[in-house]
């Protein structure tokens, strides 16, 4: 069981750098909850925060979160008692109000507090209500006419698809740890069914929109009880009207239409494939293909995310390379959120860097340079990033950066991986799939939902259940920083499958470290000469079309690229690619029925390999 603090984490009642218990004596804003109509009858739940202190003449410049996970909290009676002593509930309204900003949070339709129907994420009626909302905020006095729009993940990619309205007084935009393309890069990486996520976010947001704080309890394995007494569920809103603000709330919720996330994820294998009773398909929702009117906005990006946060910064290095806006991108070693430190070389508790205080200066500096009268536009459109296992910050304007070189390492004899070629005739490796292979209960894909802490643990015996191929010791330290790819020769005794690739550090001592991974379904392997973005590696549409099952026992060539990474291997340690046919921690398993054997080819005649970018370091 976690501790009723970490429950309230997951529902965002804390965030970045703020302490569970920071006491403060009164608020600095006032915050008014209403209802904004849309032109179609429909209500939207809106909090306003603005500074308790006078408003500027010129007015506000106005920050905005679009989410469907709660906008605010109806506090039980412990969480009634805990305000009254000071504790901040919700950072945000804090930090932005204290920085001079209004600050506007939006139930999305068919969610929280709010009227209408949800049927699949960022619909474009979602999106049309936003920028609706956007004229709603420039028509009050309090405003200055500017907006930005801010949120992690969904509310992140909510924050970017804001910018298709091209609302004249959408100035800026800060998408973090959101999802550029949601088919291939979280539900389905690689064409792999994210199982585990797709049914305990399911869960989750049955529970938001029955309004059911238990749902949520459960999810942190927190108890009921506990939950309630600080979390009631959904604030409703104060000003509604000539009704109550919790009969309204009872409506709204009433009228909210059931979604089975699971069985619209189940029933999907391809990215063109609907995604539920909406006709679209994740594509058709995601920003990749929404690129023509995002860059038609104009509007500039401050993009945030982790090289451990699902495929987040694999996201965000294809639209760094494919969109025309201005962006401002960093990767950091973070968590889902950014409130934990995850990089695999430090001890799980590293506090987090940059602190929450100072990852709050640099979003809001970003927006200080649109949305204030006074400031000036940011120009510094780079890429800032961090090298795991040296805890070094770097800059690059293009990716990969520049004097990183490709460097061939074989897989050989007896598990080996050297950068000399193969020159015999023969040899091969045949690997049973081990179903029980896993990456634990903290990995990248299975942490965004509670915002919990990325944990690797030493995968030497994980490594036992898959095939392997290491280096001899390095004799200086040598930094990866690209897109790593595997180039595998292999044959199948099924006419499907799935490969889950794995870099990893084995350190002197023989403790085994993750770096990254690579995934693709073998059925789905067909690259393509039209890619829909620039993608670092081979890219592959996953539709219908392109569906090329094996030919049992025939040898074909398959190419997966690892996520993307920045990592530093040591003088004295090797490297390692590991090769799983599953991982039980959160994936569909493919072939549903079967066990396959896969042979990887290493001769002369069909080299496998890996190519990673790197740049050695002489060593003091």
Not at 146 to 169: C, I, K, Q, W
Not at 252 to 261: E, I, K, Q, T, Y
Not at 388 to 393: I, P, R, S, T, V
């Amino acid at each position: 069981m976690k501790p009723l603090w970490i429950a309230l984490l997951v529902l965002g009642v804390l965030t970045a750098g703020t302490a569970a218990w920071l006491l403060s004596s009164q608020p600095p804003f006032e915050r008014q909850s209403l209802y904004v109509r849309m032109t179609d009858g429909t209500r939207l739940a809106v909090d306003v925060y603005l500074p308790a202190a006078r408003i500027p003449e010129n007015g506000l410049p106005t920050v905005m979160m679009a989410t469907r996970y709660w906008r605010s909290y109806q506090l039980g009676p412990m969480g009634e008692l805990m305000s009254r002593l000071g504790v901040r509930f919700k950072s945000d309204p804090w930090q932005w109000t204290e920085a001079g900003y209004a600050l506007v949070t939006i139930d999305v339709r068919g969610s929280g507090a709010s009227f209408g129907d949800w049927d699949i994420v960022w619909s474009p009626q979602e999106v049309a209500d936003l920028g609706e909302v956007v004229d709603w905020i420039v028509s009050q006095s309090w405003s200055n006419g500017r907006v930005g729009a801010f949120g992690v993940s969904y509310d992140g990619n909510a924050a970017e698809l804001l910018t298709m309205t091209r609302h004249p007084a959408v100035m800026a935009v800060a998408p973090q740890y959101s999802d550029f393309d949601v088919h291939r890069q979280l539900l389905f990486p690689g064409g792999i069914y994210n199982r585990g996520f797709i049914e305990n976010w399911d869960r989750f947001t049955r529970g938001l929109d029955a309004n059911d704080p238990c749902a949520l309890a459960e999810l942190v394995g927190e108890s009921c009880d506990g939950f309630t007494s600080v979390i009631q569920g959904v604030r409703p809103v104060d000003d509604a009207g000539d009704l109550c603000g919790t009969c309204e709330l009872a409506e709204a919720v009433a009228g909210h239409r059931p979604v089975d996330l699971s069985a619209h994820g189940a029933a999907v294998t391809f990215a063109d494939d609907p995604f539920g009773e909406s006709g679209l398909s994740l594509a058709d929702v995601s920003p990749y293909a929404l690129r023509e009117p995002i860059e038609a906005s104009g509007v500039p990006m401050f993009v945030w995310a982790s090289w451990l946060d699902g495929a987040s910064a694999e996201g965000a290095l294809c639209r760094f390379a494919t969109f025309g806006n201005r962006q401002r991108l960093i990767i950091g070693p973070w968590s889902h959120g950014g409130e934990h430190h995850v990089d695999p070389f430090l001890p799980a508790d590293t506090p987090v860097t940059p602190s929450g205080v100072e990852q709050f200066a640099l979003l809001s500096e970003f927006f200080d340079g649109f949305l204030r009268d006074q400031g000036s536009e940011e120009d510094d459109w780079q890429i800032t990033y961090y090298t795991l296992g040296e805890g070094a910050w770097k800059t690059s304007a293009v990716w990969p950066p520049q004097g990183f070189e490709p460097v061939f390492w074989y897989f050989g004899d007896h598990g080996s991986l050297t950068t000399a070629p193969p020159t015999a005739a023969d040899g091969s490796d045949a690997y049973v799939v081990d179903w029980t292979a896993s990456t634990g209960t903290s990995n990248r894909w299975r942490t965004g939902l509670d915002l919990s802490d990325v944990v690797y643990p030493d995968r030497s015996e994980a490594d036992r259940l898959l095939l392997t191929y290491t280096s001899d010791p390095l004799g200086q330290d040598t930094e990866i920083t690209g897109t790593p790819v595997v180039q595998l020769h292999l044959s199948s005794t099924h006419d499907d499958g799935a490969l889950h690739v794995y870099l990893e550090d084995v350190a002197p001592d023989g403790c085994v470290t993750y770096i990254t991974e690579g995934l693709l379904r073998l059925s789905q392997r067909a690259v393509s000469d039209a890619p829909l973005y620039i993608a670092k590696g081979p890219f592959r549409t996953h539709v219908r079309a392109d569906a090329n099952p094996l030919e049992p026992g025939q040898i074909v060539r398959v190419d997966v690229p690892l996520l993307s990474t920045s990592v530093l291997i040591r003088e004295g340690h090797a490297i390692r690619v590991a090769i799983a046919g599953h991982d039980a921690s959160a994936f569909a398993r493919v072939p549903e029925e079967g066990t396959p054997t896969l042979t990887v080819e290493r001769h002369a005649g069909f080299a496998s390999r890996i190519i990673l970018p790197t740049r050695a370091r002489p060593t003091d």
